[in-house]
C-alpha cells in the first residue's frame, strides 16, 4: 500500500459528512435570509415559505402528506415524543419493543415503565439478529390493554432490517400502535407511507449528508397526539420553539440528493462492505460478522468480531492510532466503553471484540485495502 492516506473514515452510521451542495442551500439562511418564520412582515414569510417547501419535498419523497411532517432536532426527539405520546394521548398501557433498541427508544420505554405507565415486554431475536415474528405475534395476541410496538427498521450496529410491512400489518390485526425508528433507513432507502402500515417514523439529517441537530417525525394522519414541547404554534401547533430554519432547509436538500443518488449509490456502498467482509476473512483468522449481513441488512454497515487476544483488545485504539475512524458498538455510547447492548443480546462471546464498519458514498476500496492490512497487524 502507498502512502498513508489523511483518515479513514468508517463510522458513516454515527454521522456523515456535510454534502457541498447541502451547505450551498444553507447558507442563504445563515447570511441574508434570517427572518423569523412567525413574523408576519414578508421578511418572515420567505422564512416560512422555506421551511413548508422543505416539508413539502420531504413528504413527496416519502410519499406522505405535508401534514404528517414534523421537524424536530433529530431522531431522539422523534422517537422520544411518538413513544411518550402513544402511552398519554393514545392510551396504550403495554409496550413492545426490542433488547436491541437504539437507547433513544430504549431508555424512553423504561422511563415510562419504571414511572408505572406501561407494562413492558420484549419480543425474542433470533438467532441471527431478526426479531422472531412468531413471539411477536404470541405477545400481540396475549396482550389485554392498547399496546405500543416499537420496533426499529435497521439496527445501527449490526445492520440487521425489519420487515417493516409484515409487523405493520400484525400491529394492524391486533389493533396496536406501530412506532418504528427509522433513522438509520430514511435517506438509504426508498418509503412509501402511504403504503405502509405505521403511526410513527423517524429521521436525522446528519445520517445522509445533511447537518447535525435536525430531523424529522412522521405521525399518520389518522393519529392525533398532544405537543410534547409547549409554548408556542409553530409546526402546527405541535412543537414549539423557533424552527431551525437552515437545518430543516438542510434536511430536505439532503434528502433529495440521497434520494436521487440512491440506485448508484446504494450499489456501490454495498460493493465496499461486501469487499471488506471477504478481504477481512481472507486476511484475518477466526472472524466472524454479526447480524445477517448478506441478508436483510444496511448495505452501509459491517459488524465485525475478532478474536480477544491482548493486541485486539486494543484494537479501536490502534485504529485511531492510523487515523483510522470505527465505532465499537454504537457511537453514541462511546467514551469508556461499557461494551454493546446490542452484541450482548446476540452474541455474548467475551472472547470476542467487535468492530463496526459503515460506510458512504466517499470510501474507497484503497480504503479497505488500508485498513485490512493494518487490521492484519492489530489481531
Known sequence: ??????????????????????????????????????????????????IENARKTVAKILNAHPAEIFFTSGGTESSNTAIS?????????????????????????????HHGEAA?????????????????????????????????????????MLDIHAVGNLCKMYGAI????????????????????????????????????VGMLYINENVKIKPYIHGGSQERNMRAGTENLYGIVGFAKALELATEQYETQSSYIRELKIYMMEQVK???RHVSFNGDPLGCSLYTVLSVSFPKTEKSEMILFNLDMNNICASGGSACTSGA???????????????????????????TKEEIDFVVEKLKEMI
Open 1 to 50: 500500500m502507498s502512502n498513508q492516506p489523511d483518515r479513514i473514515y468508517f463510522d458513516n452510521a454515527a454521522t456523515t459528512a456535510l454534502d457541498p451542495h447541502v451547505l450551498e442551500a444553507m447558507m442563504p439562511y445563515f447570511t441574508d435570509k434570517f427572518g423569523n418564520p412567525s413574523s408576519i412582515y414578508s421578511y418572515g414569510r420567505e422564512s416560512r415559505l422555506a
Open 85 to 113: 405520546a402513544a402511552i398519554r394521548d393514545l392510551g396504550c398501557r403495554h409496550i413492545i419493543t426490542s433488547p436491541i433498541e437504539h437507547h433513544a427508544t430504549s431508555h424512553t420505554v423504561d422511563h415510562l415503565y
Open 120 to 160: 413492558l415486554s420484549f419480543v425474542k431475536l433470533l438467532p441471527n439478529g431478526h426479531i422472531d415474528m412468531e413471539d411477536l405475534e404470541h405477545l400481540l395476541a396475549n396482550s389485554h390493554e392498547k399496546t405500543l410496538v416499537t420496533l426499529m427498521h435497521a439496527n445501527n450496529e449490526i445492520g440487521n
Open 178 to 213: 406501530f412506532h418504528s425508528d427509522t433513522v438509520q433507513t430514511v435517506g438509504h432507502f426508498p418509503f412509501d407511507l402511504r403504503n405502509t402500515p405505521v403511526h410513527f417514523i423517524t429521521g436525522a439529517g446528519h445520517k445522509f449528508h445533511g447537518p447535525k441537530g
Open 282 to 284: 481472507k486476511q484475518v
Open 337 to 363: 466503553d461499557q461494551g454493546s447492548h446490542v452484541i450482548r443480546a446476540i452474541n455474548n462471546n467475551p472472547n470476542q471484540v467487535t468492530v463496526r464498519f459503515s460506510f458512504s458514498k466517499h470510501n
